[in-house]
């Protein structure tokens, strides 16, 4: 059975009978991501801020090539351990700046460090990261009929890049946060009609 648009929402459905938005549907990487990981909680300080570093590092690029240099990104970045990047000095940055299997970019890589020492001072406060981010939730998550109804922004991300701004934090901006919240269940983006909508168990379907 070939793949079919389920009815003009945006989705494909799938030779498994499962309805994915496009960008799930075609890849079957992105497919296992969407079906076993997006959208479900994250809520451990080191998780919330390997999320947030790849969202930064994604920015102006596809998420797809983030996906597939994410394995080289774990190594690069001692598996996002915020204690072991926020001690990266110069040396660091260099050889980061030649390791041709992540995104080379100056400020991205300067922004998770700083991001990482910005984790650790939150620790000090009353909320780690995952709590500050966590803090953010809405009292209603969007139920889009189509993939053109998905939001890319909203009040809650604005106010939380305006938050992590604040605690020193780099590459955190509205649209970028909003991505985080849906990677990681703060917010439900699956289309109604997605096998997945309502799949984290924060939100009913």
Known sequence: MAEQDSGGNGLVVGTDGLAR???????????????????LPVRDEQGV???????????GLSWATILRKRPAFRTAFAGFDPERVAAFGDADVERLLGDASIIRN??????????????LELREGPEDLAGLVWSFRPEQTP??????????????????????????????????MFALMEAIGIVDTHVV??????SSGVWPD
């Open 143 to 176: 139920r889009p009929a189509s993939a053109a109804e998905v939001p890319s922004t909203s009040e809650e991300s604005k106010a939380l890049a305006k938050a992590l701004k604040k605690k020193g934090f780099a590459f955190v901006g509205p649209t970028t």
């Open 193 to 198: 009609g997605s096998h997945r909508r309502g």
């Open 49 to 59: 801020y390997e999320r947030l570093s790849l969202e930064a590092f994604q920015s």
């Open 21 to 39: 938005p496009a960008w799930a549907a075609h890849d079957d990487l992105l497919r296992e991501y969407y079906d076993t990981e997006w959208g």
């Open 106 to 119: 100056r400020a991205k890589i300067h922004a998770a460090i700083r991001n990482a020492q910005a984790t």
